[in-house]
């Protein structure tokens, strides 16, 4: 429950040299093994040069094993140094190694060192290593616990390395470990597990998170942010509804810090029964401590919300939480929304160490009734002060029918990132999501919008970009019926200039192309041939609105080695989807080599 004493299983994560979940980058070379990560290692002090003292990981036992660390020192004499080795274990914090007794691992004299990183408690699931080069005489900070590690080592050392290893998934163009002990641990106490029974993305890119039985115990389900995010916006979409849960599980969104100021920066979005004790509320917006007045919020979630967004809006001086039906980072109108709720207490906490957590835990560690699962289909994260949003202005074609395709060569308008979705949309409708598409530039997107069987009438123009922010060009597009329809482009003009030419001159064709149908068509491909064969680099004419036509020219170089004689060069005007009148698409024009 909110006020819970958590600890996440990571503090920091750099991702110098990152090569997630395939093996570890050491001295140029990828080692295939377990998912952990080398970070590079650092001279205290002074910038790295060829003769700065190094401390490098060879040898990183993977992830739950009871093997020891080894690794070797470089540019410095071994009698004169020795290494200290920390871990930081989930739940329990950081840790010296080998033991408080004994906190100094000695260097042989060709450089190289080992220290037995596994002597007690849970050590096998340390997800975090670090080793410090400090000079022979030093007495280090005996660590036994602490969220942590004392920026004294940094000050005293002569060179420095991390690791972090364990599970990591991608979700949401974000890298999360998965928390996992042989133990019990926070929150609950409960047994975490990184199983793909617990934890797993699916082809759609949703994430799961399950409750699970097996070899008699419960095990639950937690990913931890990789990267701090800060102040911003924090969204999350659900494709489960979390009215119905269990009882005595809870599911939770939410940030924290293995630091203990300010609370642990716990800001929480939380769903829960809390094995019936808050009934009929079964959701809650919580600032830490959570049973200071005014830091928390209680209500209840409606039933059968099969989809739902749900974020926090987190400010210096303010937090602003917001669950919606449906999946919008805005709400179209107030009815989508649920619940909102602005916290300004004093307890707000500044941004720090802080992780993103998405967890799915038992209540004091009390069995349900059966597994649990919720799905959560996409996180987001708006930074503040981010990018402007994004604005429509015009569309090309700007209308099509409604038994095809309409291919779209010019959406223009301003802020355009990469990555961003499009679609049509009107009141009572389904969305129309555009495919193949291209964002050309900040103010130009290509894509196709598949018409078949839409509804006629003006739809609405949207363009998202991947920070959830949105723009819209109101009726900007236009549907219109099959039957009330005309396509018909025809080649009205094909000339050659001359039409006796001698080997190596140069050929030049004119052609006309005249849109006679009632709707702008994009795309035209004018080409000419020989006997099939296509001369030169087909013309497209990006755009031609209805009663319009165009001219243009093709210029065609003769061979030398050409022979003399009579050749028929046909002009053709590509077929447009839905055209029934192919007959004057094509001409053909004699010319005569000599």
Known sequence: MSGRRYRQMCTEWRLDGLKVGAGVWLAGWVLMFSPIVLLHSTCAGKAEHRDAPVIEFTDVPPYGSYQD?????????????????????????????????????????????????????????????????????????????????????TQHSAAST??????????????????????????????????????????????????????????????????????????????????????????????????????HREIDIEFSQWSGTTAPNNAQYVIQPWDTPDNMLRFQWPANIAQSTHSFHWKPESVHFLSVRGHYATPPDTSHVIKEWTC?????????????????????????????????????????????????????????????????????????????????????????????????????????????????????VGVTNPDSQNGTLANGFTINAASTVTHDVALTSFTASPTTAARGQRVVFSFTVENNGDVTEVNVVFRLAYNGQVLGQPKTIASLGAGQQTSGTMKVKIPRRQRAGDYLIAGTVSTIPGETNTTNNSQTVKVTVK
């Open 69 to 153: 660390l080894k690794g070797r020192v470089l540019n410095v004499n071994p009698p004169d140094y020795r290494v200290v080795v920390y871990i930081h274990v989930p739940d329990a914090g950081w840790w010296i190694k080998p033991t408080a007794a004994s906190p100094l691992t000695n260097i042989q004299n060709d450089g190289t060192w080992t220290c037995d990183i596994t002597t007690g408690g849970n050590d096998q699931n340390a997800i975090q290593i670090a080793a410090y080069l400090v000079p022979a005489g030093y007495q280090p900070p005996i660590v036994t616990g602490a969220a942590t590690l004392p920026d004294e080592l």
């Open 162 to 263: 991390t690791a972090t290893r364990g599970p990591v998934i991608n979700f949401s163009e974000y890298q999360w470990m998965v928390k996992s002990g042989a133990s019990p641990m926070g929150p609950g106490p409960n047994y975490f597990s990184d199983s793909a029974d617990n934890v797993w993305v699916d082809n759609q890119g949703r994430l799961h998170l399950r409750i699970t039985y097996r070899e008699g115990r419960w095990y639950c389900a937690e990913v931890i942010s990789l990267r701090t995010l800060g102040y911003g916006t924090y969204r999350f979409y659900l494709d489960s509804p979390v009215d119905n849960l269990d009882p005595n599980a809870v599911f939770a969104p939410f940030t924290w810090s293995d630091a203990d100021p300010y609370n």
């Open 344 to 460: 300004s207490a004093s307890d707000v906490p500044p941004t720090g160490d802080e992780k993103t957590h998405i967890n799915l835990w038992l209540y004091n560690g009390a069995a349900p009734n059966s597994a649990v699962e919720v799905i959560v289909s996409k996180f987001e994260f708006i930074p503040e002060g981010g990018n402007p949003a994004p604005t429509v202005s015009n569309i090309t074609p700007n209308s099509g029918v409604n038994n095809g395709s309409a291919n779209i060569s010019n959406l223009a308008g301003t802020g355009f990132q990469q990555g961003a979705t499009v679609k049509l949309s009107r009141s009572g409708q389904s969305d129309i999501p555009a495919t193949n598409v291209a964002v050309v530039s900040d103010g130009n997107i290509t894509c196709t919008f598949d018409l078949d069987g839409k509804a006629t009438g003006q739809w609405d």
